[in-house]
């Protein structure tokens, strides 16, 4: 027992810095989204950097006719984290996210969570950090032209990004649907990127020395087809992620340089589940590392078959926990029991009740 | 597009209740402890009876040299549910709790987040309720006098679940710690339930029915020995709950029927480690489901080795959920990203910015 006895008010042991999407837009404006996207690569370079010190677990799935909810864990040693993130495509009829999240970072040592935040919008900065990151080692030097095949809700973030790290100064927009590339073209017009709204796939890559693509159908599509795909180029391959969802036509992926992030993943979710499981590819982290090389020449076609791995997240996780202290857009939790003896959990929630009040949700 | 267009404020769908450590002891304090047991046991047992219909996963730990903290999901295909619980036996020593939690429950439809809550005193609850609903089937008829062989955090709610179920009056308490038995005894004053502090593990089993152990050192310990344990007793095995973490000797299992949650997680993590792997359980589902017998003698020696599983979360869950309404016990969190259009997740955020304001946490 210490001097807490018989006091009502949780200490400050019982709360957790909880973040909500308010919160996260706030984050965001604080240091602006450029600046965000740069932080969240850099946490996410480090954490690749000691790729051999996670606990690289598979995520957990829980599977529904309309889409799948998912538990992606991982630990450092010292810390843990984990995002819940779910992907249902007909959300949007409903007007629903397709993919929304939230995570958790943990102290390992104690078992208590460090932080709670929304992961919808930061699943979508990192993403994008994560597709930078990688261009900076991949896309051919003084790119400055990308393509954005799929004008939906992850492609902004990945034109800011590429602009903050590649230095990307004007893209090319498709879409099936007009209207997406319209919305497109308005939320990045006082971003400084000029963008141009293509008729085609073909029209949009034209002087390309990036490709981005990223549409959201749950289904294996071509959104490129070989004869469309220059030397050169970097792919910048976000949308196939998941079983059964594919973008690229295969003969694509045979002509290319493959980079992924976590090879056990990639070949289930990504472009690489068309072609055999021995196929070659090189790991990230080991091109961060300067264990392997990124691109080698100018007329390599390189491809990130990006799947979004558990450690993007957990380095998503540790850059708002330190970014919180400096912006102070967050609050409390109380979401831990912290009775004054730790035997005397009972005790606690009898005097609640005696006292007829308790401590400030 | 709808009528939300270039609305700051998230609609309803942003929204997650979220039940803090404050709010579940109003909770309890509304409909009192024992209702709020014996309702956990209703719940539970529900979904027991439905006990094919779960998806049932192992748990996912990361483990530390500190303890171990735990994933638990689960889903009945039109819902999810996950717990997240930590197991530190050194925390008590800096003042920290040594098992906390909390949980989510989702509809797995849409992926959208249902619940958010504290899962510390839900889940010393649920314990309680899973061991007399167990009881009610197990226990010598007419069962008035109970022993409680560590008199920890769990051991109050033990006693008051037993009182609700199963009909108890009478606990005999002991603990290797005099102070422990006194605190159980003073916070159990007003319940109605006569405390007898014993001076020995014997003591304490003396004319007693059920036999309760719930110690919590996490090492083999043999909290009763064989000769202790006479015909036609129940025990209630909570204590020995993770690998190497166990309370009754050998002999005592190889005497008793012994009645378990998921063999496949006991045989881990029970009393059950100690006996080959192909050693004859019951399935407590399949005794409520009427499909195996419970207690079929008076001489019989019944143990149930409790470990605790997903679908008592689940069940715990889908129980808070359902009281919230009439407690209004909640407040609501702006989790989840809710765009006027769901293709515009950027344009939430930019907008956000340029109002300078955001909608409230």
């Given at each position: 027992?210490n001097?807490?006895?018989?006091?009502?008010?949780?200490?400050?042991?019982?709360?957790?810095?909880?973040?909500?999407?308010?919160?996260?837009?706030?984050?965001?404006?604080?240091?602006?989204?450029?600046?965000?996207?740069?932080?969240?690569?850099?946490?996410?370079?480090?954490?690749?950097?000691?790729?051999?010190?996670?606990?690289?677990?598979?995520?957990?799935?829980?599977?529904?006719?309309?889409?799948?909810?998912?538990?992606?864990?991982?630990?450092?040693?010292?810390?843990?984290?984990?995002?819940?993130?779910?992907?249902?495509?007909?959300?949007?009829?409903?007007?629903?996210?397709?993919?929304?999240?939230?995570?958790?970072?943990?102290d390992?040592?104690?078992?208590?969570?460090?932080?709670?935040?929304?992961?919808?919008?930061l699943?979508?900065?990192?993403?994008?950090?994560?597709?930078?990151?990688?261009?900076?080692?991949?896309?051919?030097?003084?790119?400055?032209?990308?393509?954005?095949?799929?004008?939906?809700?992850?492609?902004?973030?990945?034109?800011?990004?590429?602009?903050?790290?590649?230095g990307?100064?004007?893209?090319?927009?498709?879409?099936?649907?007009?209207?997406?590339?319209?919305?497109?073209?308005?939320?990045?017009?006082?971003?400084?990127?000029?963008?141009?709204?293509?008729?085609?796939?073909?029209?949009?890559?034209?002087?390309?020395?990036?490709?981005?693509?990223?549409?959201?159908?749950?289904?294996?599509?071509?959104?490129?087809?070989?004869?469309?795909?220059?030397?050169?180029?970097?792919?910048?391959?976000?949308?196939?992620?998941c079983?059964?969802?594919?973008?690229?036509?295969?003969?694509?992926?045979?002509?290319?340089?493959?980079?992924?992030?976590?090879?056990?993943?990639?070949?289930?979710?990504?472009?690489?589940?068309?072609?055999?499981a021995?196929?070659?590819?090189?790991?990230?982290?080991?091109?961060?590392?300067?264990?392997?090389?990124?691109?080698?020449?100018?007329?390599?076609?390189?491809?990130?078959?990006?799947?979004?791995?558990?450690?993007?997240?957990?380095?998503?996780?540790?850059?708002?926990?330190?970014?919180?202290?400096?912006?102070?857009?967050?609050?409390?939790?109380?979401?831990?029991?912290?009775?004054?003896?730790?035997?005397?959990?009972?005790?606690?929630?009898l005097?609640?009740?005696?006292?007829?009040?308790?401590?400030?949700?």
């Amino acid at each position: 027992m210490n001097a807490k006895i018989a006091s009502l008010s949780p200490s400050e042991l019982a709360y957790v810095p909880f973040v909500s999407v308010d919160h996260m837009m706030k984050n965001v404006a604080a240091i602006g989204i450029e600046n965000f996207i740069r932080g969240l690569a850099d946490y996410i370079k480090d954490d690749f950097l000691r790729w051999e010190s996670f606990d690289k677990k598979p995520r957990i799935p829980a599977h529904a006719p309309q889409g799948v909810i998912e538990l992606m864990p991982t630990s450092d040693g010292k810390t843990f984290g984990f995002k819940y993130v779910n992907g249902h495509p007909d959300n949007r009829r409903d007007g629903l996210q397709t993919v929304t999240g939230f995570g958790v970072l943990s102290d390992l040592a104690t078992g208590y969570p460090l932080l709670f935040t929304e992961m919808t919008i930061l699943t979508a900065l990192r993403t994008a950090a994560t597709s930078a990151l990688a261009a900076t080692y991949l896309a051919p030097k003084g790119a400055r032209i990308m393509a954005v095949i799929g004008n939906g809700a992850q492609s902004d973030f990945q034109c800011l990004g590429f602009k903050a790290l590649v230095g990307i100064t004007d893209i090319r927009a498709y879409d099936l649907d007009p209207k997406a590339s319209q919305r497109l073209a308005r939320n990045l017009a006082g971003s400084g990127l000029n963008v141009t709204i293509c008729k085609s796939p073909e029209a949009a890559i034209e002087g390309a020395q990036i490709i981005t693509t990223v549409t959201a159908d749950k289904k294996n599509a071509t959104i490129l087809t070989d004869n469309m795909v220059g030397p050169g180029v970097h792919i910048n391959a976000v949308g196939g992620d998941c079983p059964g969802k594919t973008e690229l036509h295969k003969d694509i992926l045979l002509r290319s340089d493959i980079f992924v992030e976590f090879p056990e993943q990639t070949r289930i979710e990504g472009e690489l589940q068309q072609l055999p499981a021995d196929h070659e590819v090189t790991e990230l982290w080991e091109v961060y590392a300067g264990k392997k090389a990124g691109r080698t020449s100018e007329y390599q076609i390189t491809l990130f078959d990006s799947v979004g791995f558990a450690i993007e997240d957990f380095a998503a996780l540790r850059f708002i926990r330190d970014l919180l202290p400096k912006t102070g857009n967050f609050i409390k939790l109380d979401l831990l029991a912290d009775p004054d003896d730790p035997r005397d959990l009972y005790g606690m929630v009898l005097r609640s009740q005696k006292s007829g009040k308790g401590a400030a949700a």
